[in-house]
Structures are given as C-alpha cells and as structure tokens.
C-alpha cells in the first residue's frame, strides 16, 4: 500500500478511529526514522493506561506476556525489514498486572519510492483459541459473578435446556420477567430462522459438557445476541451481550483487514436491494476485480453479480447466498464463477451486510478470493481417491458408494445385476513377460469393457486384474436383469477372448465371469459382493471362459462350509481331534510302518470325514496346529515303539499340507519335535504334496533339503495327481513316491491306470527311489502291483486305520 495524498490519509485515519471504538481495537504506528511508537487512546485503554498513553522507546512491546515478547519482536522486525504483514494471537499485561488474549495484526507501509516507512498494526482483545475449558468456564463464571452490577446479562439452563436463572439484565435483554422466562426453553426467545440451529447447538453442548458460541438474532430482530454457555452443574451457564453496534464494526474492520491483508482479493460492493429479480446492482469493484475476471469497471457498474455466473455455476451455492441475504446475515460460499473471456474459476465468496447508523441495511460487500488451484488439487485428489490411475475406471470405493446409492435408494426400488470378472490366468503373463505388459493388458480390457456397457453403468476395477460391472434397470434404460446381464457377459467373454497387441506381442487371454442379480428384495452391498464373487469362482471351476450365475445352492454350501469352521475352531479349543494308524507292509507281509491320520471326534456330527473338514482347516490356516499337533503325537509314539525291539523298526508316515510347510517356522517345528521326543529321524517319515511344485518352487527344494540334512525321510503323496514334471522331480531330495489310490482303484480294469502304474513304478526305480501304493483292497491288486516292482501297499485288504490301541492288538495278533 503507497502512501496516497493527504486528504486521503486523513479521511482513512478518521475510518480506522471510528472502526477501533466500535469494535474494541486499539491502533500503534511504529516509525522507522526515529523509532517512536504511537498508541491510539483505545489501545492504551485496553492497556488500563490513561488516554494519551505512550510508551517509551524501546518499551513498546515489553508489555506483552514474557513467553510471547520475543515472537512479537520477530514479527515487528521482519515486517519493518521485509514488508511481511502478521496477524496472530498472543497474550499482553496490562500495566494493572492483567492478562488479556489479543489479536494483533501488522502492515507495512511503503512511500512513493518503495522504500518502508513505517508498520501499522492493530490489537483487538479476544478469547483464545483452543482454550482449556476450565479455564474460561472460571473466567466467565467470574464475569457472570460481577454481571449483577455491570450491566451483563446471564443466565443459567438445565439439562433440558430450560431457564433455572436470569438475571435483571437478562430480563431486560430478552424482554421478560423472571416469571415468564423461567421453566422455558433459552431458544424459544430468538427469531425462528436460527431457532433450530441455537437448540441443536445447546443440546450438543449440553450433551457433551462443551463450551457453547452463537451469534443469533431476538424475537423482535431489533438486537443481534451473542451467547456463551460453559458447563455448569448438569447445564449451562450463559453470558448474553447485545453485539448489534459492534457487529456492525466488524463487518467494517474485516473489510478494512481485507484491503490489507488481501490486497489480491475480487472486492465487489453492491446496492441493499432488491432481492427480486435481476438483484442487487454493483457500484463498486476494486483493480483485483478487474485484472482477475477481465471486465472493466464501467463494464459491470449497474449491472448485477450475475454477469460472472455460467453453466457450471452452483445452483445449491446460489439459493445459499439468497437465503442469507434475506436474512440479513453473512455467508460464505465456494463458487464457480466466469471471466469475460467464458474462462471458469473458483473463488472463496464472503458476502457481509452493511448497516448504517439507524439499523438500515445500507449495502452487501462480497469479497472473493481466487482458489482454481487449490480446487484443481481438490480433484486431483477426489480423482486419485475414487479412481484407478492405471485403468481411468472407478476403484472399489468409488464402486461400493455407487451399489450403496442403488440398494438404498427407497424412492425407486432398483432392479440389476452385478458381474464379477476376473482374468484367467493373469498371473502367468507378469511373471513370464513382465509387469509392463500386464499393465498393457489390465488398460486394453478396462477400454474393451467400456465399450460392453450402455451409458449409465459402471466398470470398475476392484484390483489386481479382477473388475466389477454393475447394471442397473432405469426408466432412461429399462432392462430385465437375468436377460441383460447375460448379453452384456456374452459380449464381454467375446471381446476380452479377441486378441491384444502388447509392445509388439500378441497375446491371447479369456475371463471368468460371475452374476448376481438384485431386485426389489432387501439386499445388502457386501451380501451382492459376495455372491458376484462366488459365482465367479464357480465358473473358474467349470474351466474358465465361463459365465456363472449365483445359486442359492452356493450360498448354502458357503454357509455350512462357515458353521464347519465355527465348530472346527471349537473342536481345536476342546481337543477334539484323534490320530488313527494304517499299516503299511511289504513284500513278505510284515509291517513296515504307518501312516498317521488325523481324526475329528465332533460331539453332535460324531466322526467328520478328514475330507470334510482338512480343505476348511486350509482356508482358515488351522491345519497349521493340527499339523504340528499331529506331528508331535507322531514323535511321541515312536518314542514309545523305539522302547519295544519288535516295533522299533516302525516308520509313521505324517500328512504336510502346503500351507503347513509353507508356514516359515516349520522345518523348525520339525527339528523341535525330534529332539524333545529322542527318535531317531529316519522313522519319521513325511509325505508331502504334489500341489507344493505349483509355485515357489526354489523355497520348496531348499526347504526339502533342510528337512533331509535333518534325516527325516520323504515322500511324494498323490503322485501323477498335479503338478509333477520330470524336470522337477529330478531336483528333489526324495526318498519315495506313492501311487494315488485313483489309479489303484481300477488298476486291473483300467488300461490307462494300470499303465500309469507301471510308469510311475518304473520311474521311481530309475530314480533309484522307494514306492508305497495305497487303496490296496484285493490280493489281485496286490499281484498286480508287485508283478510291476512295486512291494509295499497300503490299504484295507492288509488293515483299515485304527485308533493307537487297537492298532497295538492288530500288531500283537501278526506277531509269532
């Protein structure tokens, strides 16, 4: 700001004089060339010093509270050297020795050269922010102590809100006696437009112990009140003041605040009324106002506000501006408004009424502040928050609010469906050409499912390479959902089927689709979720490249399946699980070992078949301890059986599913088990699954060998089963194979399973490694088998499993 001509300076002088004294603010000028500090008389009054007040050089500002001087002189000097205004909140001490909350606020003033001469500054006293309620509740309880006598009006509610107290002043104020205020509630004397408002504030207040501000109009809109309610045995207590004059000072000193600390700031300045159309006409706009929006002041002067609205201008902002302005209140908005050249841009509104002496409203001040590009970022954000950056598609959240709106909308019940899609074998492209060219794929699918869909629906992407359609029936895009829902599907198996282009690739990929449909019926978003996803799952199995729709037969195999893992976790707590032993024999028909299998005793279902139960015990990672446990009871007996000369040759074969020797404490699991039980590793026998050689298959073979430096003897179980591969097989530290009951079973009727048989046996003997066959049942298989090098059998012809005792009469019963 550069100093203007005299007149000018004076008239601005007398402004800020009648500014200060109607809103309780003191003025300071500090002058650069000779140091002097200058206190206007309200200053030194909020200072409890005598008008004319002046401190001595130097000493200006010692007065506020010794935490803050050092913060105050900073300030000072960096506005005095830089040009940089302040305004903060502090504490001063009056020279009574008083402490008062402040706000004090500085510019510096430049000559016509550019050079500083001076800083400006004003204080105003305030209530802190962030103040610990004790502590103001004590302050004002203190004041509403001295009300009696000073003019201030108090009251006390109670729980309800209901008047317990009022005060002469009080009664004054609100235009009753004691008699008719008492037993009613406080906000049945304020005007009805911000009555509801008051009593939300007042039982917030009432309901948390929380101080409690408003500003509100009386009854009569004659005053403006301001009230401050601080908890007080169970209620409130409320200081009243009549603000009316001083709320008129404010609305000036903010303008005033803004010509200084917001120079850049659209100021626009318009006539009282009318509100009816076209609306207040400007008289004035200020030099931002013209360098932002490009319109010239003769331009605009006359005309209304409402040159500067467009298309995409806020119709709710709008009727929000309206509305305070026939309440004669402030408000402020967010709003779009347009340049002269149809540009859009964002400015911060704040809208204030002026009044003149007499109460009249004399004009509306709004001043805007240029926010484009915080509400650039604003979107970047909202964008990054519902949208996927890879795919451009909306990401779950953006999804869940959307199938939310749908369900919940009970205006118009929603007919559709939703369509779980998941690419098949996704996995197998990133890691044999890369995530690049997964992404490549993940785009070219979002754009081929955009094209699948009718306007109005929505492709999402959930993650990974799983996405969401979701249908929806509407009077602009009617449809029958079971009907429509298989077309779209139909459509997208055959577009993402069709080939892509990846950097010069080209690669083949095919989907599994799951639908579920909702209709008028209570759904919930994650019941829907749920039962896309299942069905999805369902035509994964059916080979993939499939579309499933939901069953209700799924949801009631889900639902058994979780009341079996609700009982499996109690069955673990109450030791409800048993080891029954098979006999394994050779050649000459003597046992050679067992095979350990774990048994669920259930108290209601009585013996749960392990088939029922060890694929759930997988998903809910509980055959982690039932695996260790059986392990352990392995251990344990043949430690008993090592004491016993006819049984110490014994081998017990143990059952390792993939998640259990997955699990990274395992192998020392293992090693703990054998030294705590003193066995000898070489009976222990462990048998692992094909299903391992799927994946991780460095981790497997290295583990593998840790197991075998152990001692511990291994064995391939369900082998030809899965995944096994000569080029893995040959890697691993195997002892044995084991022919899978399947191929057993029709070994002697079956030409394909009699010649896999033999293939594997001859494997296992070119391999140099052992080989056991189970589901053995007659002694024709057995012949069979042995004719083909086989010589040790497992199964029901030889010995069902038994429980530990009579396993140990079987054994008694083949002993000589």
């Known amino acids: 700001m550069r100093i203007a001509d005299t007149d000018k300076l004076k008239q601005a002088e007398g402004l800020l004089r009648l500014i200060e004294q109607a809103a309780f603010a003191g003025t300071w000028t500090l002058d650069l060339g000779d140091g002097t500090v200058r206190w206007s008389d309200q200053l030194a009054a909020i200072h409890e010093a005598a008008p004319g007040f002046t401190p001595k050089p130097g000493e200006a500002f010692g007065l506020y509270a010794p935490e803050w001087r050092d913060t105050i002189v900073a300030l000072v000097d960096h506005c005095a050297t830089n040009g940089a205004p302040f305004d903060e909140e502090m504490q001063i001490v009056t020279l009574k020795g008083r402490r008062v909350w402040v706000r004090t606020l500085a510019q510096a003033v430049l000559d016509e050269s550019g050079d500083i001469v001076r800083v400006e500054g004003a204080l105003q006293e305030i209530a802190p922010q962030g103040h610990k309620p004790g502590t103001l509740m004590r302050h004002a309880m203190g004041m509403a102590g001295g009300a009696m006598g000073?003019?201030?009006?108090?009251?006390?509610?109670?729980?309800?809100?209901?008047?317990?107290?009022?005060?002469?002043?009080?009664?004054?104020?609100?235009?009753?006696?004691?008699?008719?205020?008492?037993?009613?509630?406080?906000?049945?004397?304020?005007?009805?437009?911000?009555?509801?408002?008051?009593?939300?504030?007042?039982?917030?207040?009432?309901?948390?112990?929380?101080?409690?501000?408003?500003?509100?109009?009386?009854?009569?809109?004659?005053?403006?009140?301001?009230?401050?309610?601080?908890?007080?045995?169970?209620?409130?207590?409320?200081?009243?003041?009549?603000?009316?004059?001083?709320?008129?000072?404010?609305?000036?000193?903010?303008?005033?605040?803004?010509?200084?600390?917001?120079?850049?700031?659209?100021?626009?300045?318009?006539?009282?009324?009318?509100?009816?159309?076209?609306?207040?006409?400007?008289?004035?706009?200020?030099?931002?106002?013209?360098?932002?929006t490009g319109y010239s002041p003769e331009e605009v002067m006359g005309r209304t506000p409402r040159l500067l609205q467009g298309p995409d201008t806020q119709r709710a902002e709008l009727n929000k501006i309206r509305a305070a302005m026939e309440q004669w209140r402030p408000v402020r908005v967010d709003l779009i408004n347009y340049k002269k050249s149809g540009e859009p841009f964002w400015v911060d509104l704040e809208v204030s009424p002026v009044w003149d002496e007499a109460r009249k409203l004399t004009h509306w001040v709004a001043v805007g502040r240029d926010i484009t590009e915080r509400k650039t970022a604003e979107e970047k954000i909202q964008y990054l928050a519902f949208y996927d950056p890879l795919t451009r598609l909306p990401n779950r959240q953006l999804l869940l609010d959307r199938l939310h709106e749908a369900l919940s909308d009970t205006d118009r019940p929603h007919e559709g469906a939703l369509m779980f899609i998941d690419l098949d074998n996704f996995k197998v492209l990133n890691d044999t050409l890369g995530h690049q060219k997964g992404d490549q794929l993940l785009q070219q699918v979002a754009e081929r499912l955009r094209s699948c869909v009718a306007r109005g629906d929505t492709v999402a992407r959930l993650g990974g390479d799983e996405f969401v359609i979701l249908l929806e029936n509407s009077g602009q895009k009617p449809m029958?959902?079971?009907?429509?829902?298989?077309?779209?599907?139909?459509?997208?198996?055959?577009?993402?089927?069709?080939?892509?282009?990846?950097?010069?690739?080209?690669?083949?990929?095919?989907?599994?689709?799951?639908?579920?449909?909702?209709?008028?019926?209570?759904?919930?978003?994650?019941?829907?979720?749920?039962?896309?996803?299942?069905?999805?799952?369902?035509?994964?199995?059916?080979?993939?490249?499939?579309?499933?729709?939901?069953?209700?037969?799924?949801?009631?195999?889900?639902?058994?399946?979780?009341?079996?893992?609700?009982?499996?976790?109690?069955?673990?707590?109450?030791?409800?699980?048993?080891?029954?032993?098979?006999?394994?024999?050779?050649?000459?028909?003597?046992?050679?070992?067992?095979?350990?299998?774990?048994?669920?005793?259930?108290?209601?279902?009585?013996?749960?078949?392990?088939?029922?139960?060890?694929?759930?015990?997988?998903?809910?990672?509980?055959?982690?301890?039932?695996?260790?446990?059986?392990?352990?009871?392995?251990?344990?007996?043949?430690?008993?059986?090592?004491?016993?000369?006819?049984?110490?040759?014994?081998?017990?074969?143990?059952?390792?599913?993939?998640?259990?020797?997955?699990?990274?404490?395992?192998?020392?699991?293992?090693?703990?088990?054998?030294?705590?039980?003193?066995?000898?590793?070489?009976?222990?026998?462990?048998?692992?699954?094909?299903?391992?050689?799927?994946?991780?298959?460095?981790?497997?073979?290295?583990?593998?060998?840790?197991?075998?430096?152990?001692?511990?003897?291994?064995?391939?179980?369900?082998?030809?089963m899965g995944y096994s591969s000569l080029s893995y097989l040959k890697r691993l530290p195997l002892d044995q194979l084991k022919i899978d009951r399947e191929f057993v079973k029709d070994i002697l009727t079956d030409a394909n399973d009699a010649a896999i048989a033999r293939t594997i046996i001859g494997l296992a003997q070119s391999l140099g490694l052992g080989v056991v066959a189970e589901g053995v049942e007659t002694q024709e298989q057995r012949a069979f088998l042995a004719k083909q090098g086989c010589y040790e059998y497992q199964g029901f012809l030889f010995c069902k499993p038994l429980p530990i005792g009579e396993l140990e009469e079987f054994m008694d019963s083949m002993e000589p």
């Open 150 to 292: 000073t003019g201030e009006a108090f009251v006390t509610i109670d729980r309800q809100g209901r008047l317990t107290y009022a005060n002469e002043q009080a009664e004054r104020l609100l235009g009753r006696s004691s008699t008719e205020l008492l037993g009613r509630p406080l906000w049945n004397y304020f005007q009805k437009t911000v009555r509801l408002r008051l009593e939300e504030q007042i039982r917030q207040g009432l309901a948390s112990s929380q101080k409690v501000e408003a500003e509100v109009l009386d009854a009569q809109l004659s005053s403006r009140i301001e009230l401050q309610g601080f908890p007080f045995g169970g209620g409130l207590a409320v200081h009243l003041r009549d603000v009316t004059a001083r709320h008129r000072s404010q609305e000036l000193l903010r303008l005033l605040e803004s010509s200084i600390a917001r120079l850049d700031d659209i100021v626009v300045i318009t006539e009282a009324g009318p509100f009816s159309e076209p609306g207040p006409r400007i008289v004035f706009v200020n030099e931002a106002f013209e360098r932002r």
């Open 480 to 720: 029958e959902p079971a009907a429509g829902a298989r077309t779209v599907a139909e459509r997208v198996l055959h577009r993402l089927g069709e080939p892509y282009q990846l950097s010069g690739y080209q690669h083949h990929s095919t989907c599994s689709i799951g639908v579920t449909l909702f209709g008028r019926a209570p759904w919930s978003v994650s019941e829907l979720l749920k039962q896309a996803d299942m069905a999805m799952y369902q035509a994964k199995s059916a080979g993939r490249n499939a579309v499933r729709f939901f069953d209700p037969e799924m949801q009631a195999t889900v639902t058994a399946s979780a009341a079996l893992a609700t009982d499996l976790r109690q069955g673990w707590r109450e030791g409800q699980f048993l080891v029954d032993y098979q006999p394994q024999v050779g050649a000459d028909g003597r046992m050679t070992g067992v095979e350990a299998l774990v048994r669920w005793q259930h108290p209601q279902r009585d013996r749960v078949p392990p088939a029922h139960f060890i694929s759930i015990a997988e998903e809910t990672s509980l055959i982690v301890p039932i695996g260790r446990w059986v392990l352990e009871q392995a251990c344990a007996q043949l430690a008993q059986w090592a004491k016993n000369p006819a049984r110490a040759h014994l081998t017990i074969a143990v059952n390792v599913s993939v998640r259990q020797f997955r699990d990274p404490d395992f192998v020392d699991e293992v090693m703990t088990a054998i030294r705590d039980s003193g066995i000898s590793p070489q009976k222990l026998k462990l048998e692992l699954t094909e299903s391992l050689l799927a994946e991780e298959m460095e981790a497997t073979v290295a583990k593998m060998a840790a197991l075998k430096d152990m001692g511990v003897y291994l064995s391939l179980d369900d082998f030809g």
